[in-house]
């Protein structure tokens, strides 16, 4: 089992007009059609800036769907474009009871959440086209990579239950963010809440949008005269405390109960390593920086870094998290484990604003090339899929009911594509999954202990395999 991880496209966005699949065409004209804060339908599509107004570089949009690479936008792929924000409580705004026409007013970007590209000049379009594509495949929780990460190995939320009041949400009485005087309407500015960030933590400790792991590799950085492998427990005014270390079970915990070999690989992991672990005094050059030749590595893509069992200096953490380079010297040397997990740097993520959709495709197409000519292949089940949507809209409302949703999600739908000499060749699965449906079948494929987290209705990838 090999699973490979980019971030934040919603499906539509790259598979909407993927032949077979459920695409934009087939989005009713509620869920096409964005509405603003009061209910009403927004006049156009309006892309806002860094201030929150109207960017004249982008042009007014029908209210509709949008192709970002075709007139009048014409983003080529290879150009960066507006990052929407991706937080747990703006996400739950914009599916609006699964009509999803609240993602233009719940974003500070406005109406660029409609947008989508034409994939077909995607080099991962042809493995989707040679091999399965889910187009069900739910991401796991609301929100950003964060959450989403966390739930990849436990199906659960990290605890933050002592986070200081700064850091917690606030919410009205229906629930929903608590806007500041004078939000404006989503037809002039972007939405204003109160709460920093979409507010990290829930109000009973559940923490669900951005907060950097307690130990380096960490957005925030050591103690001046601290221990240089920790984060700074008193955090930053930016990104708040660190996490408090985890003790959640996660899949790296039942795996290794029964013996079963795995490795995280993280793109730029060494790197970040040791950017992190230097005095408070010395500016990164890796983690979270854009300078040229960094791979842009982002702390909070790495779930198990958040966790004690994986603390530094534990015969579990030099075992289990490797660098991206050791994933390639392994696949070529067929000596990876029976479960592999690979996060790429951030360079390689198709992540809006810090990096552009054609270098992921490229860098996941050339892995997946590298993988199919190892010496395992012959026995490999590759899934490859999103942590989460980007901000973006998608017109199938995740599923609902019991056995389904809890308050975690799940969210947006998201691209997964299953690869491999056992999966249907040439075959749009349209079975109901979620992030928690890999952590579903590597449980069943090697009899581990479930984790609690995993949602009872979610499929277990087996739709997608041979008979």
């Not at 077979?20 to 599509?45: M, R, S, V, W």
């Not at 604003?353 to 490999?380: C, E, F, I, N």
């Not at 980007?390 to 799940?410: C, F």
């Not at 590597?442 to 609690?452: G, K, N, S, V």
Request: glycine share 10%; hydrophobic share 35%; charged share 20%.
């Amino acid at each position: 089992m090999r699973r490979c991880c980019a971030s934040t496209p919603s499906f539509d966005n790259l598979y909407g007009l993927f032949p077979g699949a459920d695409g934009i065409a087939n989005a009713t004209p509620e869920q096409a059609t964005q509405i603003d804060h009061d209910g009403t339908p927004l006049k156009e599509l309006i892309t806002f800036g860094s201030d929150g107004r109207p960017d004249p570089s982008f042009p007014r949009m029908p209210n509709k769907p949008f192709r970002i690479d075709a007139p009048p936008v014409s983003r080529t792929l290879d150009q960066l474009v507006p990052s929407p924000i991706h937080a747990f409580f703006h996400h739950r705004e914009q599916i609006n009871g699964g009509k999803n026409n609240m993602f233009a007013a719940m974003s500070q970007v406005g109406g660029w959440t409609m947008g989508y590209y034409d994939g077909s000049a995607f080099r991962l379009w042809q493995w989707a086209r040679d091999y399965t594509l889910a187009d069900r495949f739910f991401m796991g929780a609301f929100g950003g990579s964060y959450l989403n990460h966390q739930y990849l190995i436990c199906a659960c939320a990290a605890r933050h239950p002592n986070a200081p009041e700064r850091m917690r949400v606030v919410l009205d009485a229906d629930g929903r963010l608590t806007k500041k005087p004078g939000s404006p309407s989503a037809n002039i500015g972007a939405v204003q809440v109160v709460s920093s960030g979409g507010g990290q933590v829930m109000s009973d400790g559940l923490s669900v949008n951005t907060s950097q792991p307690p130990y380096q590799p960490s957005g925030i950085s050591p103690a001046e005269g601290g221990a240089l492998a920790f984060a700074d427990p008193q955090g930053t005014p930016g990104s708040g405390e660190p996490a408090p270390a985890q003790t959640a079970r996660t899949i790296g915990d039942t795996l290794s109960a029964k013996g079963v070999s795995w490795t995280w690989y993280a793109g730029g992991w060494n790197a970040a390593l040791a950017d992190g672990r230097q005095p408070p005094s010395v500016k990164r050059r890796v983690i979270y920086t854009r300078d040229e030749g960094s791979p842009i590595f982002q702390p909070h893509h790495q779930p198990f870094n958040y966790h004690a069992r994986f603390a530094p200096g534990t015969k579990d953490r030099e075992q289990h998290l490797k660098n991206g380079d050791d994933l390639l010297r392994d696949i070529a040397a067929g000596t990876l484990p029976a479960v592999a997990f690979y996060k790429p740097a951030g360079r390689y993520t198709q992540h809006p604003s810090y990096t552009d959709v054609k270098s992921g495709d490229q860098h996941m197409a050339d892995v997946l090339d590298k993988l199919r000519a190892s010496p395992q292949w012959s026995h490999m089940l590759v899934v490859l899929t999103y942590d989460e949507n980007g901000g973006y809209w998608d017109h199938v409302p995740p599923p609902t009911g019991a056995g389904w949703s809890d308050r975690l999600g799940p969210g947006t739908r998201v691209p997964a594509l299953l690869i491999g000499p056992m999966v249907k060749r040439g075959f749009v699965d349209h079975t109901s999954y979620d992030t928690g449906s890999i952590l579903k079948f590597i449980t069943r494929r090697f009899d581990l202990e479930p984790l609690a987290g995993v949602r009872e209705k979610t499929g277990d990838l087996s739709g997608a395999l041979q008979p």
